[in-house]
């Protein structure tokens, strides 16, 4: 079976820095991504691990320890805009991609 | 490009009627997917077609679901006769290839929100 965990909710403030965490359980990987979702709308893909290491573009960077079944998806200089959920979600080779719950996150001024 | 369409956006039907989406989905993509989201929870994937093939349909409950994709663009997925449990948000996303990549993420539409009362 499959396994994706996410922390249900989160809160920061505006001009901070949050990390958002996702451990996985998969026979096989192939990839993890993570998606942003504003409330009401279609998930949008942010960015996609397959190797070991941190991976930057622009505020949103993101981290993948295969050995660890282990990512993070970081968030700097927080915007109010960035309010949304955040979905990890793992391939793990010949069967769907398969997302975890989600984490939302609030941003506070 | 255009993005992966869905209609209608909104739907509310009693228990036992039955209903059906539509998705179109971004030009040139081979493989469609069905997903369902429940409120709070993430997109749990109902089916996969690649072109007008089925490529993986082991979490659609099939007494009551049927999707389908005849000429490898357009799809529909209907549900009859619906029940309470079946309230949430039906998203459609389309890929260049099978499987996700970095050069072939999902696209996904702006779902259709099913309530049955």
């Known amino acids: 079976g499959q396994n994706i965990d996410q922390p249900t909710e989160m809160t920061a403030t505006e001009g901070a820095i949050v990390q958002i965490n996702c451990t996985y359980q998969?026979?096989?990987?192939?990839?993890l991504f993570w998606y942003q979702q504003h409330a009401g709308e279609a998930p949008t893909f942010l960015s996609y691990n397959v190797l070991d290491g941190l991976e930057e573009k622009g505020r949103f960077s993101s981290f993948l320890s295969r050995s660890k079944g282990y990512s993070y998806l970081l968030l700097k200089e927080l915007q109010m805009k960035d309010s949304a959920s955040y979905l990890c979600?793992?391939?793990?080779?010949?069967?769907?991609?398969?997302f975890g719950k989600g984490t939302r996150l609030s941003v506070i001024a | 490009e255009a993005g992966v369409a869905q209609s209608p956006r909104y739907k509310i039907i009693e228990k036992r009627q039955s209903v059906a989406f539509w998705c179109n989905p971004i030009?040139?993509?081979?493989?469609l997917y069905w997903y369902q989201q429940i409120l709070g929870q993430g997109p749990k994937l109902l089916i996969q077609?690649?072109?007008?093939?089925?490529?993986?349909d082991s979490q659609l409950p099939k007494d009551r679901f049927s999707a389908e994709r005849l000429k490898g663009v357009d799809s529909t997925l209907k549900i009859q006769p619906a029940k309470l449990e079946d309230s949430a948000v039906y998203l459609c996303?389309?890929?260049?290839?099978?499987?996700?990549?970095?050069?072939?993420?999902?696209?996904f539409g702006n779902g259709t929100r099913l309530t049955v009362t």
């Open positions: 998969t026979s096989g990987f192939n990839g």
């Open positions: 030009s040139g993509h081979a493989t």
């Open positions: 979600a793992v391939n793990s080779g010949n069967t769907p991609l398969v």
């Open positions: 996303a389309s890929s260049l290839a099978a499987r996700s990549s970095y050069n072939s993420p999902l696209h």
């Open positions: 077609f690649q072109n007008n093939g089925v490529v993986d």
